[in-house]
């Protein structure tokens, strides 16, 4: 399986996607498209961590102040399901490899990964 998860807004998305082949890649905006529980719990499956498919750089993320609130692998999974700025942008499935985020060290393995 290839799959992308992206924000149709964001610029960093939108220039990663054009850096990238995604010919074969099924693309879902999260923004139009939430993420459903099966799609988290999988990327759960792929990561071993929702708290790394979590976007601490949102704004929301300062605004509700969580930096400041101990916060559980559960606490991070809701808050994935309930606000899609919280999910760490782009999120790239390759078979059974996940790629999260925009580094340039995980934009590079995914390059080589996908050829």
Do not use: H
Not at 4 to 16: E, G, K, S
Not at 81 to 92: G, H, M, S
């Amino acid at each position: 399986m290839k799959k992308v998860y992206f924000l149709q807004t964001c610029d960093t998305c939108r220039r990663i996607l054009k850096e990238i082949n995604t010919d074969g890649f099924e693309r879902q905006e999260i923004k139009a498209n939430n993420i459903t529980v099966a799609q988290l719990d999988e990327m759960y499956k792929l990561s071993g961590s929702y708290e790394d498919l979590f976007n601490k750089r949102a704004k929301l993320y300062k605004a509700m102040d969580l930096k400041n609130q101990t916060l559980s692998e559960l606490d991070y999974k809701q808050y994935l399901l309930d606000e899609y700025t919280f999910l760490k942008r782009p999120v790239f499935i390759v078979e059974e490899e996940i790629f999260i985020g925009n580094s340039k060290k995980v934009i590079e393995k995914l390059k080589e990964k996908i050829g």
